[in-house]
C-alpha cells in the first residue's frame, strides 16, 4: 500500500498524512514505518527538530488506518468519526523523534496494538521506534460517532 493509499483512509491529507507504509498488520496489530519526521516540511516539527509528544498523533494514524483496514477486511460498509477521547499512560524516552543538527534520517516505526475494539470505539496500546529503540509509548481511546 503506497503513501496515495494511505492518506485516502485517513481524515488527513497533504505533508498531515505522516505515515509512509504500512509494512504489516494483522486483526490484532499494525505496523508502519516513516520518513515523515525528517520531512522540514512536516507540519508538526519546530524549528527542524520533531519533539517525541508528537508520536501520537503518528500512533493515533497508525490507529485510524487499522481500524480502516479492518472494515474494509470485514466487508463493512458504516462510516463513522473518530474523536480522541484519552491518551493515558504516556512514557516519553528520547526527547525528540528527530532533531536536525544531532539526527540521522532513520526511519520511524509505528507499533499499535489493539486492547478492545468495538462500535462505539477503540483503545490501543501504541509504541513509537527508531533503530530498535522506544521514544514514546503509551495508551490511547477513540470514541466513534
Not at 500500500?1 to 505533508?15: A, D, E, F, Y
Not at 473518530?82 to 539526527?103: H, M, P, R, T, W
Not at 483503545?123 to 509509548?137: A, R
Request: proline share 2%; with cysteine; glycine share 4%.
Amino acid at each position: 500500500m503506497n503513501k496515495s493509499q494511505i492518506c485516502q483512509l485517513l481524515p488527513h491529507s497533504g505533508t498531515m498524512c505522516l505515515i509512509d507504509e504500512i509494512v504489516l498488520w494483522d486483526k490484532e496489530m499494525l505496523l508502519a514505518k516513516t520518513m515523515s519526521h525528517t520531512d522540514l516540511k512536516n507540519p508538526l516539527s519546530h524549528e527542524s527538530s520533531l519533539n517525541s509528544i508528537h508520536g501520537v498523533e503518528y500512533a493515533a494514524q497508525a490507529m485510524a488506518l487499522h481500524s480502516a483496514l479492518m472494515k474494509s477486511a470485514e466487508k463493512e460498509q458504516t462510516e463513522s468519526r473518530g474523536y480522541l477521547a484519552s491518551v493515558k499512560n504516556i512514557k516519553i524516552l528520547q526527547e525528540y523523534l528527530f532533531k536536525k543538527q544531532y539526527d540521522d534520517l532513520t526511519p520511524l516505526f509505528i507499533k499499535v496494538f489493539v486492547l478492545m475494539a468495538g462500535s462505539q470505539g477503540f483503545t490501543y496500546q501504541f509504541e513509537i521506534l527508531k533503530n530498535d529503540k522506544v521514544y514514546i509509548s503509551g495508551k490511547i481511546t477513540i470514541f466513534l460517532l
